[in-house]
């Protein structure tokens, strides 16, 4: 107790250079817990966008399919591969997928055609809530599409204005046919933003002329199941059947890489911010302890063990940076209610596009218990390194060191 309140008499000696120190060790922390939230949120937004909107948990295609894409390969038996996983509690919805050219009246683009069962796809992907201009596929409009928002650009067209497919047929026709623009999607993927129209799966195979079965299978895993169990499991359903089977870290190897490393990658980013601190901290202990050189040698005169002396400076160190926690815990309410209920709109820049992965412009905080964890661990560690050299050089002096120091 009585080292305790030594310290703590100690510390407010020189008030300025306390505070500075505070201050600075406040400020870091502060900015390391807001960075963190944002870019846990920034992580949960990407991973959500590759899952719910675009590929769903797994996919399944039949062998070579990705490599080479054909009008041809499609699922033989996709309707009862379906049933026998939605048996098993695995939402599954088929797409059909295709080529061909789309053009309005005044200029034309490649387009990407994605044929989709509106009920079935709703329990597996969230691409209708995309809709930022008119409205989503419906059964009673056949000839009703959606489009990627750079697509109508493109295009120059809007809602109600009518557009050509056209395309080459399953039995080597020609396929062409009107349509109308229904909607017209925000920003989801380079892909589908450039080049994507979506059309009702019956629409479809009468546009392709095809009456096989989907090209592709999206399969959502159920509540509380792993990615890697629930691979295992789709595949043994599927045992015997000549599909190729993956899973959405599989299908983006890049962005699941991106997202495992992403928070490991900030924590050595606080090292380099954390050392700036470290030197700030270690200047003015240093200064401290040279000032007080006489004060340790008597100390020392007197009986204290260097053990003491040594607990003296890292209690002093410690109650620098619990009041710095306090602060930086207090600060970091508002600023992280501000990064998770309103976030940081990008949208004057047009937003963000991460390996061909397009992001939500508002970028949102997420608040969890490594939010603060990571920060916390890591600038502890950082400020105990700091104080440890002085702790032990104060602890070093003797009582002639402290008489003929001048």
Request: proline letters at 2%; charged letters at 15%; aromatic letters at 6%.
């Amino acid at each position: 107790m009585r080292l305790m309140t030594m310290a703590w008499r100690n510390v407010w000696r020189n008030t300025r250079r306390s505070g500075v120190t505070i201050a600075a060790m406040t400020f870091s922390l502060l900015m390391m817990i807001c960075t963190t939230s944002f870019y846990e949120g920034l992580i949960v937004k990407m991973e959500a966008n590759i899952i719910e909107v675009e590929m769903g948990d797994i996919q399944i295609h039949v062998k070579d399919y990705l490599n080479k894409p054909s009008i041809y390969g499609s699922i033989e038996g996709a309707h009862d591969i379906a049933e026998a996983l939605e048996a098993k509690r695995y939402q599954t919805s088929q797409r059909y997928l295709g080529s061909g050219l789309v053009a309005s009246s005044e200029t034309s683009s490649g387009a990407a055609l994605f044929g989709v069962n509106v009920s079935d796809d709703a329990d597996v992907s969230l691409v209708f809530e995309r809709v930022t201009d008119g409205k989503w596929l419906n059964v009673s409009e056949s000839r009703g599409v959606v489009i990627g928002r750079l697509l109508a650009r493109t295009l120059g067209v809007t809602i109600d204005d009518e557009l050509v497919l056209l395309g080459q047929a399953a039995d080597g026709s020609m396929a062409n046919d009107l349509y109308r623009v229904r909607g017209i999607l925000g920003s989801i993927s380079e892909v589908t933003d450039r080049r994507g129209v979506f059309m009702l799966a019956d629409s479809f195979v009468d546009f392709y002329a095809m009456w096989g079965g989907a090209h592709r299978l999206v399969v959502r895993r159920p509540v509380g199941t792993e990615l890697l169990e629930a691979l295992a499991e789709v595949k043994e359903i599927t045992v015997g059947q000549a599909l190729e089977i993956k899973s959405w870290r599989e299908l983006s190897p890049i962005l699941a890489t991106m997202i495992d490393s992403a928070l490991q990658l900030l924590q050595l980013g606080f090292l380099v911010i954390y050392v700036a601190v470290v030197i700030l901290l270690l200047n003015a202990m240093l200064m401290a302890i040279f000032e007080r050189i006489r004060e340790f040698g008597i100390m020392k005169a007197i009986g204290v063990s260097p053990g003491s002396v040594l607990q003296l400076i890292l209690i002093e160190g410690a109650i620098q940076a619990l009041v710095a926690v306090v602060l930086a815990l207090l600060l970091s309410v508002p600023a992280l209610w501000y990064l998770v209920n309103v976030g940081i709109d990008l949208g004057s820049l047009g937003g963000v596009s991460m390996m061909g992965m397009s992001l939500d412009p508002v970028w949102q905080g997420v608040v969890s218990a490594k939010t603060f964890a990571m920060p916390l661990t890591t600038m502890l560690i950082i400020i105990v390194l700091g104080i440890l050299y002085p702790a032990i050089k104060a602890a070093r002096i003797t009582p002639l060191e402290a008489i003929h120091h001048q």
